[in-house]
């Protein structure tokens, strides 16, 4: 499963892992993620995001 980092603060968001402190379960792709979806550490939008190397 690709991950995805946050070109603002870092964060990566694995999805085996999900976001479930914000309601998104394991498992769940990034392009699966709401639309309104945000960073959980700085607040941007998915497409402050990139693939993670």
Known sequence: MTKYECTIC???YDPEIGDPDNGIEPETLF???PEDWVCPLCGVSKED???AM
């Open 10 to 12: 870092g964060y990566v």
């Open 31 to 33: 392009e699966e993620l």
């Open 49 to 51: 995001f990139d693939e």
